[in-house]
């Protein structure tokens, strides 16, 4: 019994090292093509800050033809219920982002693109909750779908880890409509 105890809980920490520790030293830039194709689609699953309760969203990312623009549409934001539009567009080698909710001011960020792994992230300096940051969005493959984590550093702060600020679960709406390349 103590063994598993332990076990159980030594699983529950390098879990929790792996998603919050940045490990982009062995990651490499990433084309923004393949970042773009391989989001398109209509995706559905639950979303949730740090110590809330998880809502039901549907995603729907959009790559444009010339594999140069994404457009993500997330049903409801997990403070109101308008949705949420996420514009990632390339610019020279950074991804860039504009990020609107209805409510708020609109956000701008730049971005560099990292593939690991099979994951896609963008990490990129700015600012959250009036505090800079160094901003992560990381999509993980999750079956044929995606789990896509929003995470955290905060530059006046002697932390030196990312911490969870959102995740979306992305499954597909039906795997006929949306085969993961």
Request: include cysteine.
């Amino acid at each position: 019994m103590i063994s598993s105890y332990f076990r159980l809980n030594f699983v529950s920490c390098a879990i929790a090292l792996c998603v919050f520790i940045p490990q982009l030293s062995w990651a490499e830039k990433a084309n923004f093509g393949n970042f773009c194709t391989a989001l398109a689609g209509h995706w559905q699953g639950s979303a949730a800050k740090l110590k809330q309760h998880p809502t039901q969203v549907s995603v729907q990312a959009i790559c444009s033809a010339d594999q140069q623009q994404l457009l993500v549409s997330v049903s409801s934001n997990a403070n109101h219920n308008l949705s949420e539009t996420w514009w990632f567009r390339r610019r020279g080698e950074s991804a860039f982002l504009i990020y609107f909710d209805g409510v708020n001011e609109d956000k701008s960020q730049s971005f560099s693109l990292y593939r690991q792994y099979g994951s896609y992230t963008l990490l990129g300096e700015g600012e959250l909750n009036k505090r800079p940051a160094l901003i992560q969005l990381r999509f993980e493959p999750k079956g044929n779908g995606w789990l896509w984590l929003q995470n955290v550093q905060y530059l006046d702060d002697d932390t030196d880890r990312y911490l969870f600020y959102r995740g979306i679960d992305m499954m597909p709406v039906s795997l006929a409509e949306n085969p993961r390349n």
